[in-house]
């Protein structure tokens, strides 16, 4: 594999738990101590870097309430020159009915203020009142919001009206991810990967809860990739051009295989394998899509396996995708996977581990090209390539976020190469043998 230059650079008393650009060589940081008496604070941070990943200066810094919680997600809308993030109220405030979690910031002229706010989480105050974890910005300018209650919120940009009415879902929510330019939306669960095709419908209204459409078009279910269970932990689109969405996902096992054994984390890629079923959609098949449809294949999934058939969703003429399955997949850890993403060019992915590495692989064959082993001291919290994909950022709460250098082109031995030391490797074996 391919080595680079990399750079640690601290965040004193401030853990990190979500990067973005905001270009090739601005980074925003999200993070802090949340609603406790800590001492630490929450904070966004605005930061220059340099080209070689080395200098990092920090342009400003917004220092928030220590009686509401850390921001721990993060989009960016670079057109206009906004951020949005998920910041839960303080309890007094959630209490009285009052929570405006969604919050926009903009960062125009390297200062970082508050624009607006729009509530999505409904739910009664407790202890472990959900939070937003998870953040989506369409290049259609819709945003899809998730919650730690299992909940998906769609609103429009930069308005924050509702777009489409809430989505609960059955297990556990893990990512959210918007293809060919938000015609696609991807919600993962630990369970199963929901494939939405999203349209917009005809005379939409400022205040109107539908001007979104969405279709459940597929549903793939973790595939039988190991001798222990594996479940979804991240899923993104590929940005390659393609006639049918490709799903780069990330599948961590439940326990490890043996007492003592690894616990195996894969990296998949999910394609369309085989057409769409010509057999006509039956009304009782059409009366099982959306919300009913979701929690019936829920209740399936321990029948299930593998790739799964398009059925039972009603849509436009050939609209239906087809026969899903893996393309191509690969172990990459003997710990679970904790971070995820995907280069803008689509030719890079990359991962950080619990095992605290951090590493590149090609996006197409799934080849590993690049590890840095001890990347923090913790699990990486969060990891972005850069637009032009020539740094890749990490952070971590160990209070400390890593610059990473992405080479041009990735140096290794080719088959001929390999095939040459072979040959010299048995020649000089027979030459010893001789003696």
């Not at 259609?140 to 924050?160: E, I, Q």
């Not at 597929?218 to 479940?231: E, G, K, L």
């Amino acid at each position: 594999m391919t080595r680079t230059a990399h750079y640690p650079h601290p965040t004193p008393a401030y853990p990190v738990y979500a990067l973005d650009w905001v270009s090739d060589d601005t980074l925003l940081l999200a993070g802090g101590g949340g609603a406790t008496k800590s001492g630490i604070d929450n904070k966004l941070k605005l930061a220059k870097v340099s080209k070689d990943g080395k200098e990092l200066k920090y342009l400003d810094e917004l220092k928030l309430s220590n009686e509401e919680d850390a921001p721990m997600t993060l989009a960016v809308s670079r057109p206009t020159k906004q951020l949005i993030t998920g910041i839960n109220a303080a309890s007094s405030s959630i209490q009285a009915g009052k929570n405006p979690q969604c919050r926009v910031f903009s960062y125009e002229d390297d200062k970082i203020a508050f624009v607006k706010g729009q509530q999505t989480i409904d739910a009664a105050w407790s202890e472990e009142f959900p939070y937003q974890k998870l953040t989506a910005l369409s290049p259609s300018n819709h945003l899809a919001v998730g919650s730690t209650d299992n909940k998906v919120s769609l609103l429009s940009f930069p308005s924050l009206e509702q777009a489409s009415a809430p989505m609960t879902l059955d297990s556990e929510l893990v990512d959210l991810d918007w293809g060919n330019g938000g015609q696609w939306l991807a919600i993962t669960t630990v369970s199963s990967l929901l494939l939405y095709r999203v349209t917009a419908t005809e005379g939409e209204k400022s205040d109107s809860t539908s001007s979104l459409k969405l279709e459940l078009r597929q549903t793939i279910y973790p595939p039988s990739i190991d001798i222990s269970s594996v479940s979804f932990r991240a899923a993104r689109f590929s940005p390659l051009a393609s006639p049918t969405p490709t799903i780069h996902a990330v599948l961590n096992a439940n326990r490890a295989g043996k007492r003592g054994g690894p616990r195996k984390a894969f990296v998949c890629t999910f394609g369309v394998v085989a057409g769409p079923s010509k057999a006509p959609v039956t009304e009782e098949e059409k009366a099982g899509k959306g919300k009913e449809k979701e929690k019936e294949m829920g209740k399936e999934k321990e029948k299930a396996e593998g790739a799964q058939d398009v059925e039972g969703v009603e849509g436009a003429e050939g609209d239906e995708l087809g026969r899903w399955d893996v393309l191509v997949r690969r172990e990459v850890a003997g710990k679970p996977v904790t971070v995820f993403d995907v280069s803008a060019d689509g030719k890079l992915l990359s991962y950080g581990c619990s095992d605290l590495s951090i590493s590149i692989l090609d996006s197409k064959t799934l080849a590993p090209l690049l590890k840095i082993l001890h990347a923090h001291s913790f699990p990486p919290t969060a990891l972005k390539f850069n637009p032009s994909a020539t740094l890749l950022g990490s952070a971590s709460a160990d209070n400390t976020i890593r610059t990473i250098v992405v080479p041009p082109s990735f140096a290794g031995l080719s088959a001929p190469m390999v095939l040459l030391l072979l040959a010299i490797l048995v020649l000089l074996l027979a030459l010893v043998f001789r003696r």
